[in-house]
DNA sequence: ACAAATATACCTACTAATAGGTAGGTAAAC
DNA sequence: GTTTACCTACCTATTAGTAGGTATATTTGT
């Protein structure tokens, strides 16, 4: 991996375990024993930073549409839950409920980055619940965006809350989640 | 309402609007028109002044408590929500959502607060579901604990995610939470 | 093929601003 | 005369960010 993959991979990191205002360029150029200089040559400022770790995640979520595009709308759910997972067991929680976090400590650029990886997350959602709705697979009674908020509120949440109270409790609420869907 | 107070109510606005990591003493002391030696005055350290904050909410905790104790289950529910609604229409998010995602900046000090301040919360809730649904106003198939949590995970996601999407969402999850209670 | 030009990927050394925090002083109230 | 509620004046560490240098590749012109 190159040094400038390493700065996003580490950024992403840090902003996921300890948020965006409680990490510095210098955890990172101390990580990969670089001076500080050496990541603004690949990055000016840290909103450029969080910026291209938007990006990432954005061409990632394309990557998991593309992978998932096969499988049936149950398994699409249950993978989709799964990428939470993952991360949550090493203490990170996900980009967008960092992120959105600190939503009022960011420039306007970072918002509209930030906004289009969301809806882009919750159209995605929408579209997966609908289909699997009207082929029988899952059972609501409600708009399909709103249930899909509500989905992604609550693993946001679970990620968050679960930091404080018990790691286990994450997957509770996730098994819970896709038991209702399927009942 | 004496310095001290207004220091605690300060703390307590810009930790939920930006999070802990993105405030600092001199927010406070321009905002009050005081030096910055005067925080420290009334608190020694900024982990100090966030214990007092969370103490604070633990106490309006109580006081919430005392003043539904008398209300029907499903009163208290939406009284208990609607807390939660009040700040969010300010852009400020609940102390126990914005604090748990910078758990790990924290000192174990405050990490031992707020794991108190979540689980009088989550404690609450949970006796709250219980008394509803024996009484038959609510109606779920799980244990309450979990009823509870999947109910304050999704209201501390939605605060968040609302912050991205529209604060409107915030109010769509609301009632579908009470909805799926009481149906 | 070979030298010159240029781009890459760092570096040293610095800056201004801000952070949390401390030592010790003072004026007024109790 | 002690406590309260501030103050001035400072400190050290860290922050994001900049200016300009250098060694090593890579590309280009002849």
């Given at each position: ?10 950024g ?24 500080n ?19 990432k ?123 209702d869907?399927?009942?």
């Amino acid at each position: 991996m190159n040094t400038r993959d390493k700065i996003i991979l580490l950024g992403d990191n840090l902003i996921r375990k300890r948020g965006y205002n409680a990490f510095s360029f210098s955890d990172i150029s101390k990580e990969l024993n670089i001076k500080n200089a050496s990541i603004h040559y690949y990055f000016p400022t840290k909103t450029a930073l969080v910026i291209a770790i938007i990006q990432k995640h954005l061409i990632l979520l394309e990557k998991f549409k593309e992978k998932v595009s096969e499988k049936d709308s149950v398994q699409k759910i249950i993978k989709f839950l799964s990428v939470y997972s993952i991360t949550k067991s090493e203490g990170r929680i996900s980009i967008l409920g960092s992120l959105s976090n600190d939503y009022f400590t960011f420039t306007a650029e970072v918002q509209t980055e930030l906004k289009i990886l969301t809806n882009n997350t919750l159209n995605w959602l929408t579209d997966t619940l609908k289909e699997g709705r009207q082929q029988g697979f899952f059972h609501y009674d409600m708009e399909d965006r709103k249930k899909a908020l509500i989905i992604i509120t609550n693993i946001l949440g679970a990620e968050q809350l679960s930091r404080v109270t018990d790691n286990y409790d994450f997957h509770k609420i996730k098994e819970a989640i896709i038991n209702d869907l399927i009942k």
